[in-house]
């Protein structure tokens, strides 16, 4: 208990230092932002100026360079051993960003821009973003909301979250669980080794649709008037199914498939030890769906 107050306590006594400061910035221009511990969060306003707020150590300096059209912004120590920073940052929302840390959490909100944001030990937490989204983290949540373009997303430690998005998207996880709800794409790979994949979301004519979970569940909700040519594969797990097809069709290896109207897009779900779930929109219940909110909140 001593050891968890006196670190407390030094972390309040490191913070002591205030950076504010404000320039203007041209179209075209990007914003780095490089933070080996503490947050970065970024907010989006309709103005070609960039507002830093920092709050640090004395021996702390935090440094702004212009670099042709890239602005950079790190901070350094006197004594050379980095330390905690937080920055809050306000930037037009036109500007591309890309962000990253060691110890340190992320964050960016109103952006409509493209957004590159990597951590090792933190979070995630994006809403927003137009264009290439990539996002990722080691040991933290990856959380994206409202965003347009092509997302890239991944976790190792921890689960993908996103919702309410429009573009091709990519997502990675070993070690959690994996959620799109109010997906609209015509292309969507999503896999995790130890987690649950669920997709809420279109079926798009000529679209490309796969899932794939070593350890956890699939759970998908198709629209009424999808058309599609699905392949299942349950090595070690079970079938739960709205649509009228059995294990009885399964091929060698577990896998069979079953063909929605004219089987325009192409839907591939694989399991080796979980429950593929497939339910028709119509009949999904909120409960079964295990929905949740950006940054991992469950929903009420």
Excluded at 243 to 261: E, H, I, M
Aim: charge should be neutral.
């Amino acid at each position: 208990m001593m050891t968890i107050l006196t670190a407390m306590l030094l972390t309040v006594l490191a913070v002591t230092a205030q950076t504010d400061t404000t320039f203007k910035v041209r179209p075209g221009s990007r914003l780095n932002v490089n933070n080996f511990g503490g947050e970065i969060a970024v907010r989006a306003w309709g103005r070609n100026t960039v507002r830093i707020e920092a709050a640090h150590a004395e021996r702390m300096r935090v440094r702004v360079e212009a670099l042709g059209s890239d602005i950079e912004v790190r901070a350094s120590s006197r004594r050379g051993i980095p330390g905690r920073v937080d920055y809050r940052i306000t930037a037009p929302e036109w500007m591309p960003l890309s962000l990253s840390g060691i110890y340190a959490d992320v964050s960016v909100e109103g952006a409509k821009s493209e957004v590159s944001a990597e951590t090792v030990k933190g979070d995630v937490r994006v809403l927003g973003g137009d264009g290439f989204i990539r996002l990722s983290s080691i040991q933290g949540a990856v959380c994206v909301g409202g965003a347009r373009g092509r997302l890239e997303l991944s976790s190792v430690d921890q689960g993908v979250s996103v919702s309410d998005a429009e573009g091709d998207i990519s997502v990675d996880a070993v070690n959690g669980d994996v959620t799109l709800e109010g997906i609209r794409s015509g292309m969507v790979e999503a896999a995790t080794v130890n987690g649950d994949v669920t997709y809420v979301g279109e079926i798009r004519a000529g679209g490309r649709y796969r899932l794939a979970s070593h350890s956890g569940n699939l759970f998908i909700v198709i629209p009424r008037r999808a058309s599609a040519r699905v392949s299942v594969a349950t090595f070690s797990g079970d079938l739960e199914s709205d649509f009228p097809v059995s294990l009885t069709q399964a091929k060698k290896g577990g896998r069979f498939d079953f063909t929605l109207g004219s089987g325009s897009a192409r839907i591939d779900l694989e399991t080796f030890l979980g429950t593929i779930n497939l339910q028709r929109a119509a009949g999904a219940r909120a409960s079964d769906a295990r929905k949740a909110t950006p940054c991992g909140k469950e929903k009420e």
